[in-house]
């Protein structure tokens, strides 16, 4: 294989529905404007990428069904190797972890001893929902795995994106501050955003030279077989639940199901058709807050995936069903 230069890498980082796929975007754009090839690989969890359309034209790769940070870890290291060939030559990398996938875990298929000659990893920058930051902190109306999720994300980042800027109020910044500065390290730069706006050299400022993290011993980068590591969690406890062929939907009816999903859903997202004004829409829901925007391509197949902590899964779909379809079926 040819030597190359390393390709500078940068992960991104942040809990569900915290903006990564915003500031991916417009870090996209950017370089696009720099004429420079950026490569990406992206982190689903549950089967689809709903927002695969958005990037179309780019050099991909999706990792579906899993998490980075476990099920398919080994299946990264691998997938990297594909930037590493002649013929798919980036100049710049960014990985996007689930919303659920902690950094610690990306740096460390980066610094697997068969790619880290291949990737240098620039910056780990991790968002924080502002709106959502006091909220998943507290031990009232959050889980301990929630919690520790956020920690990990905020305390291997390189530069903190404090996003949803636009959500808060004036006096709940002093409190978010104090609880975040305890949690990063020391000297780490956090950013105050809105739609992840900051200008690019800030995003792209080289924040780590050497990346040294092992969670695992050495000899246990090479596994024979596809189990579990004792020092790993097994079974994961963020799912992600899919929801398919779904008929029309009443635009009203769907975002009141949406805003009263039970607090255990953090995140939904998908592609609904819409019965009135008529057409295939992707929604977005996160912070309580609904998007839709109209699909380009209107021959995508419909689907809802709902991304949540011990979700009641029968509930949710029968009150899917009751709530958005009977009405308007019955
Ligand atoms: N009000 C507000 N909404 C935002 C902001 N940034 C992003 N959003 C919206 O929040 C939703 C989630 O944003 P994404 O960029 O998809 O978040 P993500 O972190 O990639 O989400 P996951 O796919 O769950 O990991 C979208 O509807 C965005 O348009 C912001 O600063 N303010």
């Not at 040819?2 to 950017?30: C, E, N, Q, R, W």
């Amino acid at each position: 294989m040819t030597i190359h230069k390393k390709i500078p890498t940068y992960i991104l980082s942040g809990f569900l529905g915290s903006g990564k796929t915003t500031v991916l975007l417009k870090m996209l754009a950017d370089f696009k404007t720099r004429s420079l090839k950026p490569g990406i690989v992206l982190n689903e969890l549950g089967q689809v990428n709903v927002e695969g359309h958005l990037f179309k034209g780019e050099k991909m790769l999706e990792m579906l069904d899993g998490c980075i940070c476990c099920t398919i870890q080994d299946d990264l290291r691998e997938e990297l190797q594909f930037f590493l060939q002649e013929e798919n030559q980036v100049d710049v990398l960014l990985i996007e972890g689930t919303g659920v996938a902690n950094p610690k875990e990306i740096l460390e298929a980066l610094t697997d001893p068969r790619l880290h000659n291949g990737f240098e990893t620039q910056s780990v920058i991790s968002l924080a929902d502002a709106s959502k930051f006091l909220e998943y902190q507290s031990i009232f109306s959050s889980s301990r795995e929630i919690r520790e999720m956020l920690n990990e994300q905020m305390s291997s980042a390189t530069l903190i994106l404090l996003n949803k800027m636009d959500l808060i109020q004036e006096k709940s910044k002093d409190k978010i501050y104090k609880k975040l500065r305890k949690l990063v390290k020391g000297d780490v730069e956090i950013m105050e955003t809105v739609y992840g706006n900051i200008p690019l050299d800030k995003l792209l400022k080289q924040r780590m030279s050497t990346v040294s993290v092992s969670l695992r011993k050495q000899e246990e980068y090479y596994p024979h077989t596809h189990e579990h590591h004792t020092d790993h969690h097994h079974e994961h406890p963020f799912k992600a639940v899919k929801i398919e062929d779904i008929p029309p939907v009443e635009r009203i009816r769907f975002e009141k199901w949406l805003k009263k999903l039970p607090e255990s859903v953090l995140r939904a997202k998908g592609m609904v058709q819409l019965a009135s004004p008529s057409g295939l829409y992707q929604f977005q829901f996160a912070s309580k807050e609904v998007e839709m925007e109209r699909m380009e391509d209107q021959e995508c197949s419909t689907c809802l995936i709902l991304i949540g902590y011990n979700m009641p899964v029968d509930d949710l779909q029968t009150s899917f069903q009751k709530e958005v379809l009977q009405t308007l079926y019955a």
